[in-house]
């Protein structure tokens, strides 16, 4: 298994934990890591599509988060 594969199984993972979290600043932080993980996939694997939308989840997650914290 490749470090880019065991980076995706672990994107999923973190996204299927976010459904059971209650608290938003940690569902963002959990979208943010998630995002950029999926981010480095679809770089890595020529889906380009997939990496714009994924930086934009992750853009509107950190400037949500930084909005909530003041």
Do not use: H
């Amino acid at each position: 298994m490749s470090i880019i594969e065991f980076l995706s199984y672990g994107s999923i993972l973190i996204l299927a934990l976010s459904f059971v979290i209650k608290d938003m600043p940690s569902l963002r932080i959990s979208n943010i890591c998630w995002g950029i993980g999926f981010i480095f996939y679809s770089l890595s694997t020529a889906i380009y599509i997939v990496a714009a939308l994924n930086l934009l989840i992750v853009f509107c997650n950190g400037y949500f988060l930084i909005k909530e914290r003041q």
